[in-house]
Nanobody, 124 residues
């Protein structure tokens, strides 16, 4: 019904930058909020940044001042600009969206979807 497709991951040296992009498509009526999570090997998946439908943003302390989340509502897209990257930022990054499906799906209420993940590796 809905697909979240991420792009922009890769290998970068410490201090470098990457920009992640996530596009949502499918039977979408509206998107409530979008966010980025990350999961390092052997660790749980944690929130990195979140942006509400009104544009309010939240960041985990470790990325404040380095990462910027933004969204293009018309294009159902969320971006994560990552600057001053550190080796500890290495993880698989996942896009998340909380949304309402088109009425033709018969699904009422907010549902949550995840992207397939994109690897970010920061070398020291």
């Amino acid at each position: 019904q809905v697909q979240l497709v991420e792009s922009g991951g890769g290998l970068v040296q410490a201090g470098g930058s990457l920009r992640l992009s996530c596009v949502a498509s499918g039977s979408i009526f509206s998107i409530n909020s979008m966010g980025w999570y990350r999961q390092a090997p052997g660790k749980q998946r944690d929130l990195v940044a979140h942006i509400s439908s009104g544009g309010s943003t939240t960041y985990v302390d470790s990325v404040k001042g380095r990462f910027t989340i933004s969204r293009d509502t018309a294009k159902n897209t969320v971006l994560l600009q990552m600057d001053s990257l550190k080796p500890e930022d290495t993880a698989v990054y996942y896009c998340n969206a909380e949304l309402r499906l088109d009425r033709t799906t018969g699904v009422i209420g907010l549902v949550e979807y995840w992207g397939q993940g994109t690897q970010v590796t920061v070398s020291s």
